[in-house]
């Protein structure tokens, strides 16, 4: 048979071919398997005694390509989503919810990676302040042993302070004592010494006195012997 520009095989034969160059891929598609069956519908009514045949292959064409999810409009059943489709639609959504859980996997990886990071900070920090408590705590327990070494020297020091302090007393109390010894011995002293300078005044006296008298029987006696000197012839 010869195909005129006319011919409805020619037709069909470009539809497909426009649809297949439009869409870029050879994967199945709507568009396209909606030509297809419409081609099909178109031929069965010139196939004779396999028109029945036909129109149930093609039913079961349908059964077996399209769903029962609807696209726009339940007018016919090319108005019903593919199967392919729906699981292009699927791998679209596995490969968008892929990309979204990698995205987010990467993210959650990094955002574990820095909270690691942090947590080795911290577990460095924890660990450095866990030593700087260890030297305070070596320190505290120095210092107490040093405060213990000090608390026993100051209690031998406040023994020898009593204890001086009672000897300073019992020394204190015999210097009073000898103080007052000394300040009788020398009350008697005084006392004496003021009887001394009594006895003196007094022998000063005496002796000024007798000598005032010897001097005066002196005169007198001197006087008379030259009186009787000049009376002798």
């Given at each position: 048979m010869v195909l005129s520009a006319r011919s409805p095989a020619l037709q069909y034969q470009v539809k497909l071919l426009e649809d297949e160059m439009r869409q870029g891929s050879?994967?199945?598609?709507?568009?396209?398997?909606?030509?297809?069956?419409?081609?099909?519908?178109?031929?069965?009514?010139h196939t004779g005694v396999y028109k029945d045949v036909l129109s149930l292959v093609l039913n079961t064409f349908h059964e077996a390509i399209y769903s029962n999810t609807l696209t726009s409009s339940a007018s016919d059943?090319?108005?019903?989503?593919?199967?392919?489709?729906?699981?292009?639609?699927?791998?679209?959504?596995?490969?968008?919810?892929?990309?979204?859980?990698?995205?987010?996997?990467?993210?959650?990886?990094?955002?574990?990676?820095?909270?690691?990071?942090?947590?080795?900070?911290?577990?460095?920090?924890?660990?450095?302040?866990?030593?700087?408590?260890?030297?305070?705590?070596?320190?505290?327990?120095?210092?107490?042993?040093?405060?213990?070494?000090?608390?026993?020297?100051?209690d031998r020091l406040n023994y020898k302070v009593v204890k001086e302090s009672r000897t300073t007393a019992a020394i204190q109390e015999e210097m009073r004592s000898q103080q007052q010894v000394f300040e009788e011995e020398l009350n008697d002293k005084e006392e004496e010494l003021d009887l001394i300078s009594?006895?003196?005044?007094?022998?000063?006296?005496?002796?000024?006195?007798?000598?005032?008298?010897?001097?005066?029987?002196?005169?007198?006696?001197?006087k008379c012997c030259h009186s009787n000197r000049d009376v002798l012839p």
């Open positions: 050879k994967r199945p598609s709507h568009t396209k398997t909606k030509i297809a069956t419409d081609i099909i519908k178109e031929i069965i009514p059943c090319e108005t019903y989503l593919p199967y392919f489709e729906m699981v292009f639609r699927l791998e679209e959504e596995r490969h968008t919810a892929a990309e979204a859980l990698k995205d987010e996997s990467e993210q959650l990886r990094s955002e574990v990676s820095k909270k690691m990071h942090e947590s080795e900070n911290f577990e460095a920090k924890i660990s450095e302040k866990n030593r700087k408590i260890d030297e305070l705590v070596k320190e505290v327990e120095r210092i107490k042993s040093e405060l213990s070494e000090k608390d026993e020297k100051i009594t006895y003196k005044d007094e022998y000063y006296d005496m002796q000024h006195n007798f000598f005032n008298y010897s001097a005066k029987q002196v005169r007198a006696a001197l």
